[in-house]
């Protein structure tokens, strides 16, 4: 089964990267967003028992003016929400986000 999270997402601007925390139906979680090789890992809780290590997973982003997106491989990670991709660090660091959406894919959806 598919499964789809939203939560609102209230971050700052450190050095090189953006933390902050991230609120919706399935919890409060700290968040990370950097640059470096394009990932995201998700806490344990978040991903279904079910799904193997070929989980995929994407992001709509919402700022102010646009929807940013992002396809990637999905780790399990620690308590945290992590994402990691130049070209979003690059875009959310000139308008910080609003709102994510996580669709994470269904088997027959994985590329």
């Known amino acids: ?19 902050g925390v991230a609120k919706g139906m399935n919890g409060s979680y700290a ?16 991903l279904s028992s079910e799904r ?8 709509n982003i919402r700022t102010t003016s646009e929807t940013v997106s992002l396809r990637s491989r999905v780790q399990v990670g620690r308590d945290m929400i992590e994402i990691f991709d130049d070209r979003l660090l690059e875009k959310l660091t000139l308008e910080e986000p609003q709102a994510i959406e996580i669709s994470l894919l269904e088997d027959d959806e994985v590329l």
């Not at 193997?52 to 992001?59: D, V, W, Y």
């Open 1 to 19: 089964m598919k499964k789809d999270m939203i939560f609102e997402v209230n971050v700052n601007l450190a050095e090189s990267y953006l933390y």
């Open 52 to 59: 193997g290590s070929s989980t995929e997973a994407i992001l």
């Open 31 to 46: 968040i990370n967003i950097q640059g470096g090789r394009t990932g995201i890992a998700l806490p344990k809780e978040l």
